[in-house]
């Protein structure tokens, strides 16, 4: 079947990190741009960092530019956020997904229709 499932999430420390992997079955990510969005309560969903699957083109939102690392495993097909330095105001549930689009900056933007979701990974950052 067709899904994208994340894992990695967890409680950790403010200056602490984590990395998040997204890995999709029944497709290749090949010809797809693929993004990390969060949504914490009470917040709208914010997109994070999004790659391009061919060429590897990336984008971050300014608030995690410096921070997070996105980077992608083809041979895995799978896609990875290393967060560092978290601080409180990243927590939140992180999602992946995808679409056929190579531009990662409208694909960040999350304003266009995307091709399959995640359920989510929770990511809390706390003393």
């Known amino acids: 079947q067709v899904q994208l499932v994340e894992s990695g999430g967890g409680l950790v420390q403010p200056g602490g990190s984590l990395r998040l992997s997204c890995t999709a079955s029944?497709?290749?990510?090949?010809?797809?741009?693929i993004g990390w969005f969060r949504q914490a309560p009470g917040k709208e969903r914010e997109g994070v960092s999004c790659i391009s699957g061919l060429h590897e083109n990336t984008f971050y939102a300014d608030s995690v530019k410096g921070r997070f690392t996105i980077s992608i495993d083809r041979a895995k097909n799978t896609v990875s956020l290393r967060m560092n330095n978290l601080t409180p105001e990243d927590t939140a549930n992180y999602y992946c997904?995808?679409?056929?689009?190579?531009?990662?900056?409208?694909?960040?933007?999350?304003?266009?229709?995307?091709?399959?979701w995640g359920q989510g990974t929770q990511v809390t950052v706390s003393a």
């Open positions: 029944g497709f290749s990510l090949n010809h797809y741009s």
């Open positions: 997904a995808t679409r056929s689009d190579y531009d990662v900056r409208r694909t960040c933007s999350g304003r266009y229709d995307f091709d399959y």
